[in-house]
Every structure is written in C-alpha cells, then in structure tokens.
C-alpha cells in the first residue's frame, strides 16, 4: 500500500453532488431495471473496503468510472477486460436505468455500481487500490459562479490520487475546451499527477479501444472537438 503524501487525504467529504437524479419517469424495461437489477449491481459504501470482493470473480485490477451515463463506454470497456472489475458511479437514476438494461443483455458480471456523489466512494475505497479513474464529459457548469461545483477540484484530486496506485491512469475527456484548460491547471497545481501527452495529437487522440459515447455522438455532430487528457499517479 503506498504511503501518504501531502497530495492525498483521508477526511471523508461531505457529498457535494450537483445536478439532478431524476429525470423523465422512469417505465417498461427501464423501471424494471431499477427495481430488479440494481438491488442486485449495487454495492454498498460500507462494503468499499475491499473492492475485489464485490466481485464473483477475483479481478486482477479496479477501475472506476465517475458518471458514465448511459454507460456505453463502461460496458464496452468491462466487455473487453473480463479478468478486471469494473465500478461505475452514477448519481443520475435515468442514465442508471439505461446502462442496467444494456450490461444485463450484455450479461456481464464484472461491473458493479452505486448512485451516489462519487467523492464519497473515492474516499471509501483502499489507498492505492484503482488501477484507473475515467471521467468522460462531466458537467461543466460554464456560469462563473458555478465553476466550484465542477467535479476537478483540489479535494477530489487529492480523492483520486489516493485511491490510485502509483503508475495508474486517471483519463478526462470534455467537449468544452474551458473545462480542458480548467483541468489542466487544476492537476498541475495539484502535482500528484503527470500529464502524458508528448504531441499536440494527444490531446485530440481517443483513448485506445475507445468506443465513444451518446454524448461524445452529439458533440462531433453538433461540431464541438472533443479533448483527450490522460493523467499519470506519480
């Protein structure tokens, strides 16, 4: 297990999550998937003190998805490595729905998830025990006044640094190039992570074996570029 240092923390935060949880009612296969399937993908906080046991398999890595919304890159991702475990935090129960319905017809069983302010997780789990963090197209609140809700901040980076093992990955992808920049100066300022881009085709570069997502969909479409950032735990 990987020492303290001054970039990381143990105070468990309060949640602080903004946004919605709710959105169109929930019915048919959705509604169902929240009633049947959840119960049964859900983990608890308490149950965050060893990750790999919430699996029926033991996987040799964890990962951690922060907001995946309709879930599309969490399950092509948990399709491809079966041998890791996958947990994916998502406080809004429509995407929750949605992405239950697709991993159930997928019939995968190395995912596990909880709706509830990833922040909370982060601060559950061991020191050291992720393998990766990905947070891919997070809210970007572009008022002014609303920029400290964002989710990259100094107290969640130092959440993610802890939970990451030396040597492990935490990758941010935004369509909005403020954000970007926002996050860029925010991890540098942090210094618990090195950034890995060598060329300026890093930055607009999908991540290998990338599947996308509905939003990255709606993006391109609509003409905004989105931007690859990968991050690396000192």
């Known amino acids: 297990m990987p020492t303290r240092d001054r970039h990381t923390t143990d105070a468990e935060p309060r949640s602080a999550f ?39 398999h033991r996987p040799n890595e964890i990962r951690l998805e922060i907001g995946f919304g309709g879930g599309e890159h969490l399950i092509a991702h948990a399709a491809r490595r079966p041998e890791a475990g996958f947990i994916g935090v998502e406080p809004f129960l429509n995407g929750m729905a949605r992405m239950l319905v697709d991993l159930d017809q997928a019939g995968l069983r190395n995912v596990r998830v909880i709706d509830v302010d990833a922040a909370l997780v982060l601060a559950r789990l061991p020191a ?12 970007p609140w572009p008022k002014r006044r609303h920029w400290k809700r964002r989710f990259v901040n100094p107290d969640n980076l130092g959440l993610i640094a802890r939970a990451l093992a030396p040597g492990a990955e935490f990758r941010f992808a935004s369509d909005v190039p403020h954000y970007v920049g926002w996050t860029l100066a925010q991890v540098r300022r942090h210094g618990a992570f090195r950034w890995s881009a060598r060329t300026a085709a890093d930055w607009i570069e999908p991540y290998p074996h990338w599947s996308g997502t509905r939003y990255e969909q709606k993006a391109r479409a609509e003409g905004r570029t989105p931007t690859y950032l990968t991050f690396v735990r000192r």
């Not at 929930?26 to 965050?48: T, V």
């Not at 050291?128 to 809210?139: C, E, I, M, R, T």
Request: net charge neutral.
């Open 18 to 56: 903004f946004g919605r949880r709710v959105g169109k009612t929930l019915r048919g296969q959705q509604q169902d998937a929240i009633a049947r399937l959840l119960p049964e993908r859900r983990f608890a906080l308490e149950d965050s003190g060893d990750p790999a046991a919430l699996f029926a």
């Open 128 to 139: 050291g025990s992720l393998a990766g963090v990905d947070l891919f197209y997070p809210d």
